[in-house]
């Protein structure tokens, strides 16, 4: 089966601009979860969505949001991007419980 | 604050040898503890620990969960080039708000031929 899709591979941006990601879970994975990755704080966590709801966010500012639609696809946008917004993003899908979490290959932005 | 702490930070060793790499974590509201490793882009998944003392393993690879002590530790005995990787540690709490994973900062492993 598919396993999760995050487009686009990679992004380059300027300070200032905003820009949306999009993540496809598995099949079936209600649960889409997102992260931060850099190499000096390591993998942190942006929000989870569950059947269109956010029940968890992470301590990002504001500028971080995220929608879950009702085929359980995920966006989530940063606006007025900063230098310090250069990171891979990594997008989770899970059936919950005790399953595992996959993750997508994530999206690459360069903000520059 | 939950946190989950990795040791060490990386690791050089020569094909053949075995490592262990160590967990610790403090957490609100712990599910499991999940081992990944990452080599380009995708964390991949390794293994899942619920339960303290059994020990989960897939062909060279091995993990344990102590969850009196708060930690796990991840085995790879006769170490290979191919096994050159992040590993990453996380923690999945749940219940209340939290529904999320929790990650160390990584061991980086280089087996050198």
């Known amino acids: 089966k598919a396993g999760v899709t995050q487009t686009p591979r990679y992004l380059i941006k300027t300070r200032g601009q905003q820009v949306t990601l999009s993540c496809s879970p598995i099949?079936?994975?209600?649960?889409v979860s997102w992260y931060q990755q850099t190499p000096g704080q390591g993998l942190q966590f942006l929000f989870e969505?569950?059947?269109?709801?956010?029940?968890n966010k992470g301590n990002f500012p504001g500028r971080f949001s995220g929608r879950q639609f009702s085929n359980s696809r995920s966006e989530m946008n940063v606006s007025t991007l900063e230098l310090g917004d250069s990171a891979l993003y990594l997008c989770?899908?899970?059936?919950?419980?005790?399953?595992?979490?996959?993750f997508g290959s994530g999206t690459r932005l360069t903000v520059v | 604050e939950d946190k989950v702490v990795q040791s060490p930070l990386s690791l050089v060793v020569h094909e053949g040898d075995t490592v262990t790499l160590n967990c610790s974590y403090e957490?609100?509201?712990?599910?499991?503890l999940l081992w990944y490793k990452q080599e380009k882009k995708a964390p991949t998944f390794l293994f899942m620990l619920?339960?303290?003392?059994i020990e989960k393993k897939s062909g060279r690879l091995s993990s344990i969960l102590d969850k009196k002590e708060l930690f796990s530790i991840l085995n790879i005995t006769a170490t290979q080039t191919g096994d050159s990787a992040v590993y990453l540690c996380?923690?999945?709490?749940?219940?209340?708000?939290?529904?999320?994973?929790?990650f160390g900062k990584g061991t980086l492993l280089t087996v050198n031929p």
């Open positions: 989770a899908s899970t059936l919950g419980g005790n399953y595992g979490y996959t």
């Open positions: 099949s079936g994975h209600r649960s």
């Open positions: 969505y569950f059947s269109e709801t956010q029940r």
């Open positions: 957490v609100t509201n712990f599910r499991s």
């Open positions: 619920t339960s303290s003392g």
């Open positions: 996380a923690v999945h709490n749940s219940g209340g708000s939290n529904y999320k994973l929790t």
